[in-house]
Structure formats: C-alpha cells, structure tokens
C-alpha cells in the first residue's frame, strides 16, 4: 500500500513539477525581449572545419582577443589538434580556461576543467552544475572556473543553479571565429568581458533550452554569463511552496465561504490571473520563480473541487425539491378511497354507458411483466366474451389500435354480441404508455353521429387513461408496501429518484397540455398575466383575435392590453389593475377598437389565491392575487338572448290583449240587461276560462324567458324567424356575388319557431345558399312562408339549373359526410329540422331549379 | 235604418271572441256570419260578397292573415264593403299600414263593446 501511495505520489508530484517547468519555460520565452542587464560574455563560434584553424589559426585568434584587453578567455572544449605543448603555449601567453571531457587526462594542467556535456536525451535544460567528480576528485565545470578565475572565490549558488535565459537568444553577442581572425572584433565587443571560444564541434550537438533549440556553447555562454552578473534564477523553497499553497487554500476557501455563488468563479479567476501575473513580474525583476506551476494546480483543484461541491449541493437540493414536489404531487391525485374501491369504476363504466348510448362497455387494463389484458369493469359482457385467443394485447386487434392511436372500428368479432352492433376499440394511453384498453358495442342503426362519437369516446380515454395510470400507481405502492424479504425475493427494489421525477414531471405536462385545452375550449378569449402583468398564458381564441387586430399577446403587459382594447389612458387602465389587486374586485370595460366588431366587453379579474391559510382578519394582501385574467366576452350573443326574450314578451302582449279583449268584451255583455240569466252565467265562465288560461299562459311565458337559451342542452325554444331569415338572407347575398333577387312575404301572424336562432340561421343559410348557386343570374328566389295552427311552412323556390332528383335524395340520405360543402350543410340543415320536430322536402328538376318545403313547430300559447 | 238588413262577416281564429263579437253584433240586430281564418272567409266572399256590408277582420291569423284578406277584398270589390281591422298590435306603423291598404278602420284590442258598435254604426250609417 505504501509503495502504491509513493509511487502515485511520485507520479502526481512529477506531473506537478512537469507543468511548473512548462510555465516557467513559457514565462521565459514570454520574457525575450525584456532586456535587464548588459551581458558580460562575447560568445565566438569556432569551426572546426574551417581550413584555416590550425593551431597557429588558433593563436592567432586568441592573440586577436587578447589585445582587447578581456577579462577571461575560455575555450568551451579542448581543440582536438592541440597537443599539450600546444596547450602549455596558450596557457603561457593568455588568460585562458579550457574545457574537456575528460579533464583526469590533463591533471598537470591547472586550467584544463571539466565540460559538461549533457546526454542527448531531448530534455529541456535550465541548469547547470558547478563541479563534477570524476574518480573521487571533484573538477570544477568550465563556467564556474572562469568564475573563480575572476573572482578569485567559488560563487555562491546551488551546485546546479538555474540559467537565467531573460532576455532571449539575442542578449548576448555572438561573433564567428572567421570574421575575429579576419580582424572583424572591436573593442567594445571584447574589452573587460570574458570571450568563450565556442566549438562546434560534431560532439557538441544542439540542445533544447526554454528559448528552444541552441548549440551548447551558447548554452555554456548564457551559464557562464549568469555567474558573472550574479542574476542566477532562484527557485522557491519547498517550505515557501508548502506554505504558499496553504497560504493560498485558505485564503480562497475564506472567500468562497464568504463571498456568493455568483463571484465565487469571479474571485477564483481573480487569484488565478494575479498568480501570473505576480509570478512573471518576480521573475522578470527579481529572478524568483515562485514554482506557479504548484500555485496554478493548486488553485484549479480548489476550483474544480468547489464546482464539484457546488454543482452537488444543486444536484441534491434539485433532488430533493424534485422529490418533494413529486411527493406532493402525488399526494394530490393517489386518493386512496377512490382506487381502492370498485364503485367509482361502476359510476364511470354508468357514465360513458348512458352518455353515449352504448351497448356494452368494457375496460382493461395491462397486466404487468405479462402480455395479457385485465377485466376492470364491464357493463352488459364480461372478458369472458373475449376469446381467450383475443386477450393478448401484442396481438391484432390491440396493435392495430395502438398503431391508429385512437378508437379503432373492429371489422371482426371481437366482444361477443349481437349481428346489429358495431364494435369499438379504443386504446387508454397516457404520458406515452399504453395503460388499458377501452372496448364498446353500440346499436348499428343508432343516430349519432359517427365522428362526434369518435371524438367525444377520446375525450372520455384520456380522462380513464389518467385514471388508470393512477390506480396502477396506487397498486405499484400498495406492492410497496410489503415486507422487505418480499421485495427482495421478487426483486422489487425502490425506484430511482430519476423515475419518480419522471413521472411527476409526466404528469405535470399532461396537467399543463389538459390546462392548455381547457383555456383553448373556454368560450371566451381569455389571456392570464401573473401579479406583475406579465403573459402567463393565452388561449387559442384571444391569439387569432388579438392578430387579427395586429396585437402581439406576448409582448404587451396588461396594462398595454387594456389600453389598447378599452382606449382607456394608462393612468386610467394603472388605476384599473390597482383597484383589482387591492380591492379583489373584477372590472368590465367595453372594447373600444377600430379593428374589431361592436359588441365585445374586456373583463379583468384578479385570481385570488384559494389558499385560506395565509389571509389574515379577512383582508387579501397583494401577493394572494395569483394572477389577472382578462376575458373578451361576445356580448352580441347575450344581446341576441334579451332580444329573443324580448319578442317573446312582445309576442305576450299581444295574446294578452287577445284574451283580455273577451273578457272584457264578455264584461260588457253581462252588464247588457237584454243578456238572459243562462248568458250572464256563461259569460262569467267565459271570463273565469280565460283569467285561468291567461295564468297559464303567463306561467308558461315565465317557464320560457327564465330559461338558459345559451345553454346547448337547451336545443330550442321559440325563436322569431324574421331576424334569422334576413340575417340569412345577407349573408348569402354576400358570399354569392349573384344577382338574384329574395323578397319573402312575412305574413301577418305569430313569428315565433321551436327552434335556436344561430342553429335557425344555419338552416336558412343552407337552402337559401344552395338555390343561390344553382338558380339564373337576374332570377327571383320565391319564398312563401304560410301559417298552420301548430306548423310554420316555409317553400323556397328558385329558377336555375336543378339536379337530378334521384341524386338529390342520395344526398339527403347519406350517412357519410359529402365532398360538396353545400350539400353537407343541406343535411345538417335536415337532420336539424327533424330533431326539431319539423319536415323537410327537397325536390329538383334539371332546367326548372330546386324546391325546398320544410316546416317548424309554431309557438302557440 | 233597419238593421236586420245589414250583413256583418266576423274573422278572428279566436273562436271566444269570436263569439262574443257574433252575440254583440246579433244583438244589435245585424245579421253575422263568421270564419276562423282568411283562407275560409274569402272562400265565403267568393259566393256572397254582395250581400256583406261590413268585415270584422283580425289582423293575425294562422293559415291567411287578415292583411292578405284586405288585399283581395280591395282588389275584389273595391269600397263597397267596410272593413275594420282588429289588431292587437300597437304600433302606429301597423295601424298606418292598414289604413292605406284599404281598411275603414283599425281598432287596437282589447276590444270594447262601445266602441265596436260606435265603429260599426258609424261606417253603416255613411
């Protein structure tokens, strides 16, 4: 264990000094052109393969140097053409240091030293030594004898110090040996300085240092040259980098600790960049190198370790407001009472039945880790009258519906039932997965409508979906519940954080796409912005109505929308918002808006925080309104309510007077003394008769008005045909650009229809549009319009084209619905006037026009 | 003038009204006939219009309404025959409406008795 410890410490702590080495070679690099002293060395490049360096040439070149008057002369390596008398004979005449490799072989020479070559092993090198031992004796190395040799003392640094390669690779002068014995030196360039004769020899290879690749003896030279000018690179103490990085530790845990989230990266950055910075100004002024490499690994580690510490802390305080939400979500929608009884599923299973006048009904459901479905409620079958065969919902009919992804209308037998029943499939899919199935039979020959029965059955399975998705979760927690050896044994294990928020969050967007629907199906445009008056939602509705005016819904505020809709000020529409924030009130205002039609009224509502919990002494605090909701609401439609009820009560008046004519009429007879006894008494049964009938009318009346003629389970009531009739009558003048005349005789006497007044208008469109089309241009339409006792009539009558009759009749009688749109509305319009209680007849004769008769119960009092 | 000599036709679909108005109008001596509808009332005039001097006419009537009455009565004897317009509507468009469609006289309901006869008198007698 210990070994594997020092060995990955050895390891890290090599990876430590590797980056340092790499940001001090790049800091070095970087520093190039910054020029801090004045070099004390001129470095002459020897050739060796230059013909003329004999050892005379040799002489000649030291002889050269040394009438500048240097300091020192040293030879980087020992010529390979000079014998040792050769050598005795320079040392004699100059100053003159020599380097070998092999300095044991010239004991007797006092200054012949050691030359340190290094290995060529690719490394970068920044150092150099100042002693080598060779056979137990310690031989100075070139740059530190020339040292002594001026000095006359050893220098003082580290046995291997650090070059200081500042300045860069023109600091110091560099004059070939051809150009010094062509008499090219200056004294500038020589004098006090020390001259290194630099040998290129093939031994001497070039080298990597910080400033890249270079020849050794520049190498020696820039070595020789950081003695002499005493600017070696100090590198800090292990015990400063030890205390610097503790230092450094707790400096910036402090800050995390005390500084926010949001400057914590800010600050980290900060220590980072001023450790640069501090480490390159100290090298280039002071010659430290701080070892920042430690430093900056230090500071990245506290970095990453704090992002880690931080993004796990998120990580489980998202968890576990995930789970808590989850949690609370739950809680809402897994009523036990309602899962773990049979009778809701009975309600349910009675509701759709009679909803939609089904036959037989059954629901399944999945049954887990197999592929067979479950019986959870039938009404009028059982599973038993699937076959065994048809119970495995990987299978045909199942797969087919999946597939459909809605009611599927089976072509075989799939729940035993009777010849004359349509069967039914639905599959009950929620969040994505398939919960159950919904199997139905209705009669064959039932009225409904085919495409409203598809819809309003995947109405119905989205809702028993959800519930199915509960009740198998409810189930799922009951399983729970048991024993731990249990669930070990059945290997149940409790499920991922993941699939609980999962599943929340599923639910959550299904609430939301349910919540979208609702507000897209309200009657009304409605747009609800939160306290602050910003968009929160807008229905299907308010969107087209608001483009429609050039209105963006998403980037105006409240107060803008109330502005631009009511012309109110802004003042007016701020005092609007105050007043229904504080007061918790609602506002009408009616729209006052060029692009839009008359009639509309923008209703403000503040949506007031259900939660009875926080109110306190009854008063509502701003911040329990929840949202605003503003609602157009068409008030043309309610207009059209009152105007309804209107006629009605004008159509009162008149039966009253009708009636309060006999009885006064029958008074004044009674008071005739020429009326005998028998008449007076019969004429006073007359007035009793009609005080009676006129009660009842009036009850009658009342029953009528006080009824909810929006409501669609109202399907009619008395309607007065005049208004339907010529809004009709416009409409279709509009959409067909034909000059064709419509003059309807209104004859005098009750108006009044058991119908509804839109549905009415429908039905006048549909005719009148389709003789409109067929008839000549410059025709008349007739219409003749005759009153029966309990029948209004109605004949339109055109002079066009006509179709065949047999084709006409087709069409009446169609079940599916027709290409042509105007066909389509003539058998919506006679289906409507039968459910009515009215009749409707349709004739055609090519070259004569159409004919259209139908009738409508008359309102009679 | 003998009254016994004068025809009065009663159109009203209210059949107690329309007796009422009968038994008022016999009592005052006229001879009356009476219908339930325009459609019944001309089918009469067609045989007997001669022989009528005045039409008690209501205005609102399933099957012909009193407007389509007057309008063939007009076009058919001109002004020999004095009609009066029963109507229970108020508006003075309607009222206005008959006049110069020919009728006599319109009056508004509910009917009374004095008034009827000063009504019928008064167009009898001109």
């Known amino acids: 264990?210990?070994?594997?410890?020092?060995?990955?410490?050895?390891?890290?702590?090599?990876?430590?000094?590797?980056?340092?080495?790499?940001?001090?070679?790049?800091?070095?690099?970087?520093?190039?052109?910054?020029?801090?002293?004045?070099?004390?060395?001129?470095?002459?490049?020897?050739?060796?393969?230059?013909?003329?360096?004999?050892?005379?040439?040799?002489?000649?070149?030291?002889?050269?140097?040394?009438?500048?008057?240097?300091?020192?002369?040293?030879?980087?390596?020992?010529?390979?053409?000079?014998?040792?008398?050769?050598?005795?004979?320079?040392?004699?005449?100059?100053?003159?240091?020599?380097?070998?490799?092999?300095?044991?072989?010239?004991?007797?020479?006092?200054?012949?030293?050691?030359?340190?070559?290094?290995?060529?092993?690719?490394?970068?090198?920044?150092?150099?030594?100042?002693?080598?031992?060779?056979?137990?004796?310690?031989?100075?190395?070139?740059?530190?004898?020339?040292?002594?040799?001026?000095?006359?003392?050893?220098?003082?640094?580290?046995?291997?110090?650090?070059?200081?390669?500042?300045?860069?690779?023109?600091?110091?002068?560099?004059?070939?040996?051809?150009?010094?014995?062509?008499?090219?030196?200056?004294?500038?360039?020589?004098?006090?300085?020390?001259?290194?004769?630099?040998?290129?020899?093939?031994?001497?290879?070039?080298?990597?240092?910080?400033?890249?690749?270079?020849?050794?003896?520049?190498?020696?030279?820039?070595?020789?040259?950081?003695?002499?000018?005493?600017?070696v690179i100090q590198i800090a103490d292990l015990w400063v980098i030890i205390l610097l990085v503790t230092l450094l530790v707790f400096v910036m845990l402090l800050a995390v600790l005390k500084i926010p989230d949001r400057y914590q990266l800010l600050v980290i950055s900060g220590f980072i960049l001023s450790t640069l910075v501090v480490s390159y100004s100290s090298l280039l002024f002071f010659q430290y190198w701080m070892m920042t490499g430690y430093l900056l690994i230090t500071e990245f580690s506290i970095l990453i370790v704090l992002l880690f510490l931080r993004n796990r802390q998120n990580h489980q305080a998202l968890q576990s407001m995930a789970l808590n939400s989850a949690a609370r979500i739950e809680s809402h929608w897994l009523s036990e009472s309602f899962y773990s009884s049979d009778v809701h599923w009975n309600h349910i299973a009675n509701m759709v039945t009679q909803t939609l006048s089904l036959e037989r009904t059954i629901f399944l459901e999945r049954v887990e880790n197999d592929h067979r479905v479950r019986e959870i409620k039938a009404l009028n079958c059982s599973l038993e009258d699937v076959s065994e065969m048809r119970r495995d919902y990987q299978r045909t009919p199942y797969t087919t519906a999946i597939e459909q992804g809605g009611a599927l209308k089976l072509k075989h037998t799939y729940l035993e039932a009777s010849d004359d029943e349509v069967q039914y499939l639905v599959p009950l899919n929620f969040a994505g997965n398939i919960q159950g199935f919904w199997a139905f039979t209705i009669k064959r020959d039932s009225q409904l409508d085919e495409n409203k029965l598809i819809d309003a059955v995947e109405q119905f399975a989205t809702q028993i979906s959800e519930l199915l998705y509960h009740r198998a979760e409810w189930e799922k927690n009951q399983q729970n519940q048991q024993s731990l050896v249990v669930k070990l044994m059945q290997m149940k294990f409790e499920e991922s954080s993941y699939e609980s928020i999962n599943r929340s969050i599923n639910f959550l967007t299904h609430r939301l796409s349910v919540m979208d629907t609702l507000m897209d199906g309200l009657e009304t445009s409605a747009i609800l912005y939160d306290l602050f008056g910003r968009v929160v939602h807008v229905n299907k509705s308010m969107s087209h109505m608001l483009t429609d005016i050039n209105l963006i819904p998403y980037s105006m505020s409240a107060v803008d929308l109330i502005v631009k809709l009511s012309g109110s000020s802004m003042i007016e529409a701020r005092n609007y918002l105050s007043y229904l924030i504080l007061e918790q009130g609602f506002i009408n205002v009616p729209v006052k808006n060029d692009g839009m039609k008359s009639g509309y009224m923008l209703m403000i509502s503040a949506l007031k925080n259900t939660d009875d919990t926080d109110v306190t002494d009854g008063e509502i605090q701003p911040f329990e309104i929840t949202g605003i909701l503003c609602e157009l609401i068409d008030m043309s439609q309610i207009r059209e309510v009152y105007s309804q009820k209107e006629k009605i009560v004008e159509h009162m008046s008149g039966w009253l007077r009708n009636d309060l004519s006999s009885i006064l009429m029958a008074c004044d007879l009674s008071q005739d003394k020429r009326v005998s006894v028998d008449k007076r008494n019969q004429l006073l049964q007359i007035i009793k008769n009609k005080v009676t009938e006129v009660c009842k009318n009036f009850e009658q009346v009342n029953t009528i008005v006080q009824q909810d003629m929006t409501s669609k389970l109202t399907s009619q009531y008395p309607v007065d045909y005049i208004e339907s009739l010529q809004e009709a009558i416009i409409e279709c003048h509009k959409t067909h650009n034909k000059s064709i005349t419509i003059n309807p005789a209104i004859p005098f006497s009750s108006t009044l229809v058991m119908a509804a007044p839109k549905e009415l208008r429908q039905v006048f469109n549909a005719v009148i549009g389709i003789l409109i089309s067929d008839a000549l241009e410059g025709s008349e339409i007739e219409v003749k319009i005759k009153c029966d006792v309990k029948y209004m009539e109605f004949e339109f009558k055109n002079h066009g084209f006509g179709i065949p009759q047999d084709q006409l009749q087709s069409y009446l009688e169609s079940h599916e619905s027709l290409d042509s749109n105007e066909f389509q509305s003539l058998l919506l319009a006679s289906h409507q006037i039968d459910n009515w209680g009215g009749q409707f007849e349709a004739n055609s004769e090519i070259g004569e026009g159409m004919r259209f008769c139908f009738s409508l119960k008359a309102f009679q009092l | 003038m003998n009254k016994s000599q004068k025809h009065i036709v009663i159109i009203e679909d209210d059949p107690v009204l329309r007796e009422l108005t009968q038994m008022v109008c016999v009592m005052e001596g006229f001879e009356v006939d009476m219908f339930e509808d325009g459609e019944k009332g001309i089918e009469y005039f067609e045989k007997n219009l001669a022989s009528v001097d005045l039409v008690l006419l209501d205005l609102f009537m399933p099957v012909l309404d009193g407007g389509h009455v007057l309008n063939w009565l007009r076009k058919t004897c001109q002004s020999s025959v004095s009609v009066v317009v029963m109507t229970a509507m108020v508006d003075e468009e309607t009222e206005r409406h008959m006049l110069s469609a020919g009728a006599n006289k319109v009056i508004k309901k509910p009917l009374d008795m004095k008034i009827l006869l000063t009504t019928i008198q008064a167009l009898l007698n001109k």
Do not use: C
């Open chain 1, 1 to 231: 264990m210990s070994i594997v410890t020092v060995i990955s410490l050895s390891m890290l702590f090599e990876v430590f000094n590797r980056f340092d080495r790499w940001i001090y070679d790049e800091a070095t690099l970087a520093a190039q052109f910054f020029d801090s002293h004045s070099p004390r060395v001129l470095l002459i490049e020897v050739d060796t393969d230059y013909e003329g360096l004999s050892v005379n040439n040799w002489i000649s070149l030291l002889e050269q140097i040394h009438k500048y008057n240097p300091r020192a002369i040293a030879i980087n390596i020992l010529p390979w053409n000079w014998s040792r008398k050769d050598i005795n004979l320079a040392s004699d005449r100059f100053p003159l240091t020599i380097g070998s490799t092999h300095p044991e072989l010239y004991a007797d020479f006092k200054n012949i030293v050691f030359s340190a070559i290094p290995p060529l092993d690719g490394k970068v090198y920044r150092q150099q030594r100042r002693h080598k031992f060779i056979n137990g004796k310690k031989h100075s190395v070139l740059e530190s004898a020339v040292y002594r040799q001026i000095y006359a003392e050893d220098n003082a640094y580290d046995e291997n110090f650090y070059i200081n390669f500042i300045g860069g690779p023109g600091r110091l002068p560099v004059v070939s040996s051809k150009r010094a014995l062509e008499g090219g030196l200056v004294e500038a360039l020589v004098k006090d300085k020390v001259v290194l004769l630099g040998v290129k020899a093939p031994l001497m290879m070039n080298m990597q240092s910080p400033l890249g690749m270079m020849a050794y003896a520049n190498y020696q030279a820039y070595a020789l040259d950081t003695l002499l000018n005493q600017n």
